[in-house]
């Protein structure tokens, strides 16, 4: 894949540039909280937060240069199964837009490594379709594909996660949501869920570089 990034006009699947910055006084530094169908990259010292219940992230960084970023995305239903389905293309489109925005900012392919979380079973409206699982199957395949050493994961189970990932170091640090007090999480993909539903992503997205 190589050329200029085409993005696709549609708000509905563009990923968007988190926006959510905040002091995050346990680690007594500036962070990012990236949520449903947003990714971050960055080469500051600062710490990036998710929370994750059927989607995914992957946390990419050249682990050379420091540079790295996190997304946050789940495959819309539909479609057949494998790279090429219409409900992968969405996935694939998600992860080229922050291996775009890394390479834009100076990370080599060759030093790119990757940690990926999530795909938990916690949405009863996607346990049918195994949602989750398709999530954690096709990154992990997508990076098989891109050559991206995938050098930790914590994938499937039926909790919530929270994952905070400090590119310069390539640190992350992920707790279970054993017990969760409020649907915050669930309401946030179930939204997202209904926007991939109602939107039909239509276009490709090549890699920069």
């Keep these: 894949m190589k050329g200029l990034t085409a ?7 563009i990923e968007h540039l988190s ?4 002091f995050d006084r346990t680690f007594g530094c500036d962070a990012v909280k990236v949520l449903p169908g947003e990714y971050f990259v960055t080469t500051s010292d600062i710490v990036l937060v998710t929370v994750l219940g059927s ?7 050249d682990r050379e240069k420091g540079v790295g970023g996190m ?3 789940m495959l819309p239903e ?11 293309r969405y996935g694939a489109y998600a992860m080229e837009v922050l291996l775009n925005h890394l ?4 990370a080599r392919r060759t030093n790119l490594e990757a940690k990926v979380f999530g795909g938990g079973r916690v949405m009863a409206s996607l346990q049918q379709s195994q949602v989750g699982e398709k999530n954690a199957a096709f990154v992990l395949d997508y990076l098989a594909t891109e050559r991206i050493p995938v050098v930790a994961e914590d994938l499937l189970d039926i909790y919530p996660r929270k994952v905070y990932f400090f590119p310069a170091s390539g640190r992350v640090m992920m707790k279970k949501l054993v017990s969760v007090r409020n649907n915050t999480v669930l309401e946030r993909e179930r939204e997202y869920e209904a926007r991939l539903r109602r939107d039909n992503l239509q276009g490709d997205v090549e890699l920069f570089g």
């Design 103 to 106: 390479l834009k900012m100076g």
């Design 7 to 13: 993005v696709h006009p549609d708000p509905g699947y």
């Design 78 to 88: 539909g479609g057949a199964e494998g790279m090429l389905s219409t409900s992968a």
């Design 19 to 22: 926006t959510n910055r905040y």
């Design 71 to 73: 997304n946050h995305f």
């Design 55 to 61: 989607c995914v992230t992957a946390c990419v960084r």
